[in-house]
């Protein structure tokens, strides 16, 4: 199954399996990452899912849509909603960063 | 059966066994002088069950489950398949109307367009404009206690605050400041049901009013926005309008209000936080995730529609469920000493639900929180809380205190 690399703020990398088409919020609070709250389970209204994409994959992923945009738009550069990012073959090994906190 | 041959009157039914049924102090009526989150709420996690029921929690006095676990809650917030929010709230059906609340009351997949319709309005850049105003409300309202020494902060900030900012996104004249909390009083915190009625009726009437005239004056407010908001290819019914519009109006005030008011009795009884966020206030919005998590106030329902185990206990379609964010909030399962406050804690809590239903306005609810602790921590010397002074705090749906007496050297 393809996997995603979550690094925490702490430094601890944990590496979760993401079936395809499962949204990487999904599969971290399945995993139970600290710091992925997905408070609204995915429908784009709480941005606690805040992730930060390494360098390298930030391109492969799908654009950004303006909603998505509305909530992260004061986030540090390269962040995505993950209930935005949906696994898929070209993204098996997608590194990513969780922020401190989803709340500030 | 009694001698009689008559069923007593608080037969249990069937699938609720005695010995999950117990009292519970958090229900509409009921007052205390103590602070509830000293004790009383740690307390039921204490000593009750996971989940427990209380024959008399549901408005009018009816029977309820109630779930205090974390996990619990968030898999039943999660559950559509066997439960609805069809009823949480009762205002329209106490008098006769036929409209549900927009969007707090509708089930998928009709909440889903409302929310894919009403999300865009509550985004921490679409609430940017608001920002100005939500400040100088903040700074007025502080500019003109300031001198006193003396405060009621729940009359004088903690209710006005809100009000004057929902008055600006409906675009009504400030000038309506004084009807509107007597009613949003009369609503949320009257204990008797004529008066909730009654209340109902003037918003509903108000509602209905102010459709009518942006109908024809259209302008840039949320209520021109619903009604010429399109789902699909129709446009929003008044009845869904007025759900809209009372759902803003019961959410997006008393809420913020509560926690104004337990975040600022804290900060005066705690002078070590109030003196930390003084001394370094990038701590705030840490700060108020973690009040948040620890005075949650509020609480919904859920109707079971589907029969479900959960925890070796047996739901059945009709019963109610009482999902208290307080207790949720609190639950020692998850949150290591919940009873202690953490700036760096960091966690995330139910004071604002969970799944599809989390709540619309949290943005613009932590934005006016924050924006409230900045302003007054930099215009107001150090206060306390009047310590003299009794207390009366209500355990209702929501949990707020009836005043917040704080005095400082003027």
């Not at chain 2, 953490?342 to 639900?353: P, Q, V």
Request: a negative charge; glycine letters at 6%.
């Amino acid at each position: 199954m393809p996997k995603a690399i979550f690094t925490l703020h702490d430094g601890t990398r944990h590496t979760v399996e993401v079936p395809i088409g499962e949204t990487l919020m999904k599969a971290a609070v399945n995993a139970d990452i600290p710091g992925i709250a997905g408070e609204c389970g995915g429908s784009v209204s709480c941005a606690t899912c805040k992730i930060q994409i390494a360098n390298g994959w930030w391109d492969r992923l799908p654009p950004v849509e303006e909603l998505e945009e509305s909530l992260i738009e004061d986030a540090v550069p390269q962040t995505r909603l993950s209930c935005r990012v949906c696994m898929a073959a070209e993204l098996d090994g997608i590194e990513v960063s969780v922020p401190q906190s989803q709340y500030g | 059966m009694n001698a009689l041959g008559h069923a007593p009157v608080n037969l249990l039914p069937d699938h609720v066994p005695a010995d999950l049924v117990r009292p519970y102090t958090f229900v509409l009526g009921n007052l205390t002088s103590a602070n509830p989150y000293d004790r009383m709420v740690h307390d039921v996690h204490l000593h009750y069950p996971p989940i427990f029921w209380v024959k008399d929690v549901y408005p009018g006095g009816a029977p309820a489950w109630v779930v205090r676990r974390f996990a619990d809650m968030r898999a039943i917030y999660a559950d559509d398949e066997h439960f609805t929010v069809k009823g949480f709230a009762p205002f329209a059906m106490l008098v006769g109307d036929s409209w549900d609340l927009v969007p707090a009351g509708a089930d998928a997949p009709l909440h889903d367009a409302y929310r894919a319709l009403l999300n865009p309005l509550f985004t921490p850049v679409a609430l940017k404009k608001l920002e100005e105003k939500v400040r100088t409300v903040a700074e007025r309202l502080v500019d003109s206690f300031k001198d006193k020494g003396a405060i009621d902060f729940r009359e004088d900030f903690a209710v006005p605050f809100p009000v004057s900012i929902v008055l600006d996104l409906l675009d009504l004249p400030q000038a309506r400041m004084a009807e509107f909390m007597e009613w949003e009083h009369s609503l949320l915190h009257e204990l008797n049901l004529a008066s909730i009625m009654s209340a109902t009726r003037k918003v509903v009437d108000m509602f209905r009013e102010i459709i009518k005239e942006r109908r024809v004056n259209p302008g840039d407010d949320l209520v021109s926005f619903a009604i010429t908001a399109q789902i699909g290819d129709r446009h929003l019914t008044d009845d869904e309008i007025v759900g809209f519009c009372f759902n803003l109006f019961i959410g997006g005030l008393d809420t913020v209000t509560t926690n104004l008011c337990w975040q600022f009795r804290r900060l005066g009884e705690h002078p070590g936080e109030q003196q930390a966020l003084r001394d370094n206030p990038a701590l705030i919005p840490d700060a108020i995730q973690e009040y948040l998590r620890y005075f949650s106030p509020a609480s919904t329902f859920r109707t079971c529609t589907k029969e479900i185990e959960i925890g070796g206990v047996t739901f059945k379609p009709g019963d109610k469920v009482l999902m208290s964010t307080t207790l949720g909030s609190n639950d020692p399962e998850q949150f290591e000493n919940p009873e202690e406050v953490r700036f760096d804690r960091r966690a995330t809590h139910l004071a604002f639900g969970s799944g599809i239903h989390h709540c619309l306005g949290h943005h613009l609810a932590r934005r006016e929180l924050t924006v409230a602790m900045q302003t007054v921590l930099a215009r107001l010397p150090e206060f306390r809380l009047d310590q003299s002074a009794e207390i009366l705090t209500d355990l209702g749906g929501v949990i707020q205190p009836r005043s917040v007496p704080l005095i400082w050297q003027a």
